[in-house]
């Protein structure tokens, strides 16, 4: 039972994962909130450095959830068993009809890879998606740069990135007003 605890603790890091906002200060994402964790299995392997949930997996955390077929988080392979804890993370992989969702914003894609020491989340898949509301950026990878708030899209081979942004009546408005405040 010890064994569990600590492997649980050790996905303590899974809020970066979801812990950021993306188009622009909206990944500030930040909770004290316990993490729950639910899937069919769950594999941890303190010598090889990785707990692995299986099947299902669904976490949440106040207003953040995830669902993927997978979630493998690898943690530092300098650290003992005893101390593992949320700074020990390496890397938390999503797979598998991954979706995220924060706040006003949702994930979409075949994986997710959240690298701990760039502070940088990769979604990749065939057809990549980001929301905001109803405005999507799409691309076969997406990665999101958490500390310079740097989006990058890209597309396979022969296709491109797509980007769907819609205005609202008070957006228009705004853009009215500054404009004509300006003429």
């Not at 812990?19 to 303190?46: C, L, R, W």
């Not at 949440?60 to 005893?82: E, P």
């Not at 979706?99 to 940088?120: C, F, G, L, M, P």
């Amino acid at each position: 039972m010890t064994i569990f605890f600590r492997c649980f603790f050790w996905v303590c890091m899974f809020p970066i994962l979801c812990s950021t906002e993306t188009y622009g200060n909206a990944y500030k994402y930040s909770s004290t909130q316990p993490i729950h964790i639910q899937a069919d299995k769950m594999i941890a392997q303190p010598q090889k450095q990785y707990v692995e949930f299986q099947g299902n997996v669904r976490v949440q955390q106040d207003n953040m959830h995830l669902l993927a077929d997978h979630l493998f988080v690898h943690m530092a392979s300098s650290k003992k068993i005893s101390s593992m804890n949320r700074d020990s993370v390496q890397k938390i992989n999503a797979t598998g009809h991954v979706k995220i969702s924060w706040t006003d914003y949702q994930v979409e894609a075949d994986s997710a890879v959240y690298i701990a020491n760039e502070n940088k989340l990769v979604i990749s898949g065939d057809n990549a998606r980001l929301y905001q509301g109803k405005n999507t950026i799409s691309g076969s990878t997406i990665t999101l740069h958490m500390n310079t708030e740097q989006i990058e899209i890209e597309s396979k081979k022969g296709e491109q990135v797509e980007a769907v942004y819609e205005f609202s009546e008070d957006d228009i408005k705004s853009f009215n007003n500054q404009r004509n405040s300006n003429h």
